[in-house]
């Protein structure tokens, strides 16, 4: 068939560290699902952040001869350059390097405006952000700033707009003694970052019992995107 059509039907992926962050094994195992449906195979390298692995990833996709490159995100942009002399259609997912190729890309402030927006009209006035520390995921930065910054960035930035103040110590780091630690100390609210769908504007409001988290005598709700 790859005779016949000048295709290798194979799609190289790049992506950061699957171990690092569930959602590039997610991401990943999604683009293979997809890929396979049609015909495709997937070819994946992990960078780890570094700019030579990258490179290095990029010229053996090149010598598989491969119809794209997807990747999540990029560390170079000047590693690039090759695929597109290559000829070979580039797709960056999450963050962008450049803006000359397909991308699709997450912007976290709509969704956390959204939420932080939500709890406030209905009455909440202490809410706690649980999500990724940025100083536990320490990294170069080649897009200005990590996805994590940008979460905190936009959750006080929606406090703000709110009219919320911001505790501190209610704006930490991922995991359960974390979440604990939060629903301690929050009177009323938390809002909870958790992979979001394709809207990205999706959100899940419950009330919480406090026999899932230990008892914190106060009553609170939980908002997080699907």
């Known amino acids: ?67 794209a490159v997807i ?43 959204e939420a932080v927006a939500h709890l406030a009209q209905v009455g909440h006035d202490r809410i706690a952000y649980i999500g990724g520390d940025p100083k ?6 080649p897009h200005g700033s990590t996805m994590e910054e940008d979460r905190l960035t936009a ?14 110590r209610q704006a930490g780091p991922r995991g359960k003694g974390a979440r604990k630690s939060a629903l301690s100390r929050s009177r009323h609210s938390v809002y909870e970052h958790a992979p979001s769908d394709e809207s990205g504007r999706r959100f899940r409001h419950v009330s919480v019992q406090s026999k899932c988290f230990g008892s914190t005598g106060r009553s609170f709700s939980c908002v997080g995107s699907l």
């Open 155 to 168: 959750f006080r930035a929606a406090m703000l707009a709110s009219e919320v103040e911001v505790d501190e």
């Open 71 to 113: 990747f999540s995100y990029g560390v170079a942009a000047e590693n690039m350059e090759p695929l597109r002399e290559a000829g070979i259609p580039i797709v960056q997912i999450e963050r962008a390097l450049t803006h000359d190729t397909h991308s699709v890309l997450i912007d976290p402030a709509p969704g956390i405006s």
């Open 136 to 141: 536990l995921y320490p990294r170069p930065r």
């Open 1 to 67: 068939r790859g005779l016949r059509t000048q295709r290798s039907w194979t799609i190289g992926m790049i992506v950061v560290d699957g171990t690092i962050n569930p959602f590039f094994t997610q991401l990943t195992q999604a683009v293979r699902t997809e890929a396979l449906d049609r015909g495709y195979n997937v070819l994946v390298y992990n960078h780890g952040m570094s700019a030579k692995r990258e490179a290095d990833a990029i010229a053996n996709l090149i010598q598989q001869r491969v119809d």
